[in-house]
C-alpha cells in the first residue's frame, strides 16, 4: 500500500436515518496521509430540506440558522476535495454504510456526481479485519469528529503486530 495516499475522512450529522425524508445538516471532512498527519479540515453546514427532526437537533438548529443551500454545500465540498484529487485519495468513513450514502445521495442530488466516484472504505469494518476496535471519542460536531477519527485511523489502523493493537 502507498502510505503517501490521501485519506479522506468524512463524517456527518443529520436529522434522521431517510434520506430526503430527513436532512444532512453538516458534512464534516479532514485530509491527511500517514507521513503527514492531518493536513486540512472543512466544515459544510446545510439548510435542513424539511421539518423531519428526529436526533441531532442541535446540529439541526445550527444548520437551520447558519447552513447554505444544499447546493452550496456540496459545491464547496466538491471544490474543497478538488485540490486532492491530483493526490491518489481514499474516501473513508465510520461507518461508511451510514456516512457513504448521505454523501452519495447530496452529491448525485446537487451534483450530479459523487467526487469520490464508488469507492469507499470503512474505518470500523478496517479495524474489525484487524481485531481492533475504532473507538475515539466524539463531539459529534461533523468536523472535529472527522480530524479525530482521521488520527485514530492513522495511529492505530496501520500497525503490524496484532498482539500489540488488540483491545478487545
Not at 48 to 77: D, L, N, Y
Not at 95 to 120: M, R, S
Not at 145 to 164: I, M, N, P, T, Y
Request: one cysteine or more; proline letters at 5%.
Amino acid at each position: 500500500m502507498n502510505h503517501e495516499e490521501l485519506w479522506i475522512m468524512v463524517d456527518v450529522e443529520t436529522s434522521g436515518p431517510l434520506y430526503a425524508t430527513h436532512s444532512l445538516t453538516e458534512l464534516g471532512a479532514a485530509v491527511g496521509s500517514r507521513s503527514r498527519g492531518v493536513i486540512d479540515t472543512i466544515e459544510v453546514l446545510m439548510a435542513p430540506i424539511g421539518p423531519a427532526v428526529e436526533r441531532s437537533r442541535r446540529s439541526f438548529e445550527r444548520a437551520s440558522r447558519e447552513g447554505a443551500s444544499p447546493a452550496e454545500g456540496m459545491r464547496r465540498f466538491q471544490s474543497w476535495c478538488e485540490r486532492y484529487t491530483g493526490d491518489r485519495h481514499r474516501f473513508v468513513a465510520r461507518p461508511a454504510a451510514f456516512d457513504w450514502p448521505w454523501v452519495v445521495y447530496y452529491a448525485w442530488t446537487y451534483l450530479g456526481a459523487n467526487p469520490f466516484g464508488f469507492k469507499a472504505v470503512c474505518a470500523s469494518s478496517w479495524f474489525d479485519a484487524k481485531g481492533l476496535r475504532f473507538d475515539p471519542k466524539l463531539s459529534h460536531l461533523a468536523v472535529d469528529d472527522a480530524k479525530v477519527q482521521l488520527e485514530h485511523f492513522f495511529a492505530r489502523g496501520f500497525r503490524s503486530s496484532l498482539a500489540q493493537d488488540h483491545v478487545r
